[in-house]
């Protein structure tokens, strides 16, 4: 029972590690996508990430390596026609392929002598600044068209946040963000100099579309 039980966490895990649609590393997914235990802490079942490789990028996989540990207490069966079950205990240990929007793979592996594997950790997620509003906001309104591009850089310097910028009908429109994560901002100082938030279909961030950029305002798809 103990070893059924183990395969069923294996195939129930390949399911929750599914729709990768983010680049991301192994060990990140390690961290986030996969439970030390499977109902809360008085399972009987523990999960455990043995050993990760890779990430979710184009033409890449993520490798993760897993064991899962199975406790059975014996059940004497407490109703009529109940046959109960004996105690047991299983560890099976599985290797999870992952790639960008395909199914999650898995197939079991020969576990390691490994007694206390390593805890993987989750670096942060390349985002937005809380304060990109405030900041591009006070960019927009000291800025020139000459001057524009250069300011909203200089609100922004850190490297994982693009930049784009332009003038149109005597509009100053900017847009920052993290096109990975379809994070984007896009705001516009109008020729009156009110400094507005124009709306878009989150759709056109996505790979493929136009992107985060002034396009969005000034041409964005029909």
Known sequence: MARDWAAAEAQRLD??????????????????????????DSSPVRI????????????????????IAVTVTEDHGSTFGDLGHSAGQATRC?????????????????????ATPPMPTAAPVPALPDD???????????ATPSTLAGAVRAAFPERHVTVDTATHEGALVAAVGVPAERDCLLMVRTAGGAIESPGYDPVWLEPGETGCGTGLYISPPR
């Open 132 to 142: 990109a509003r405030a900041r591009l906001t006070a960019a927009l309104r000291t």
């Open 94 to 114: 599985y290797r999870y392929r992952l790639e960008l929007h395909r199914a999650t793979s898995h197939q079991e592996i020969d576990c390691p002598a490994v």
């Open 15 to 40: 399911v929750d590690l599914e729709h990768r649609d983010r680049i991301r590393d192994a060990e990140y997914i390690a961290a986030t996508g996969i439970p030390r235990a499977a109902g809360g």
């Open 48 to 67: 455990e990430a043995l050993a990760w490789s890779g990430r979710t990028a184009p033409g890449e996989q993520a490798v993760i390596d897993v064991r």
